[in-house]
């Protein structure tokens, strides 16, 4: 099982372009259609992972790895994901320059522009989905990403003010009586 999980995530580091958040679809469809875990279990995992440091895309492979295989599992599919994302720019670096200016290249690259859109866009149109937000609810991540950017507010400024925000009005509505 825990070669499997290797073998899996070294397939999405080769595959997945844009790293970060555009590896969520990928692993989310192969782990979920597996039945390794449910959807409630993979994003309650992928919750603890953004407020992880470091790595996006290993941090996910190396708590879902851990679920499914223990310290084993976890370990194989961080190393899945590094392996072969490592070996590919290795090989950019040294052949880059000589490609760097061709028109193909440079067409490739714009190319991939709008796919990495789409595959950071698709997990978080699933995560409204599955969570059953409403337009309501999505006033405060909008609002925020208004704020990043065009009023150029730093996502440090807005995630100590949603803290203590939250806080707050947390602590107001157990003064008022209600149960959370």
Do not use: H
């Not at 279990?41 to 470091?54: H, K, M, Q, V």
């Not at 790595?55 to 310290?71: M, R, S, W």
């Amino acid at each position: 099982m825990v070669f499997k999980l290797f073998f899996l995530f070294t397939k999405i580091g080769l595959f997945t372009i844009g790293g970060g958040y555009a590896v969520i679809p990928l692993i989310e469809k192969e782990i979920i259609q597996r039945s390794w875990l449910s959807y409630d279990e993979f994003y309650e995992l992928l919750a603890i992972t953004e407020s992880l440091p470091g790595v996006f895309a290993t941090n996910i492979a190396a708590l879902v790895g851990f679920k499914i295989g223990g310290i084993k599992g976890g370990i194989l599919a961080a190393l899945g994901t590094i392996l072969a994302p490592f070996i590919i720019i290795l090989l950019l670096a040294v052949f880059f320059n000589r490609f760097q200016d061709n028109i193909y290249v440079i067409k490739a690259f714009k190319g991939l522009r709008p796919v990495v859109v789409a595959l950071i866009a698709a997990p978080c149109y699933t995560a409204i989905k599955i969570n059953k937000m409403s337009f309501k609810s999505l006033l405060l991540p909008l609002g925020a990403l208004g704020l990043m950017w065009w009023a150029n507010v730093s996502p440090v400024w807005i995630i100590l003010g949603a803290a203590i925000g939250g806080i707050v009005y947390y602590s107001w509505r157990n003064k008022s009586g209600t149960i959370v």
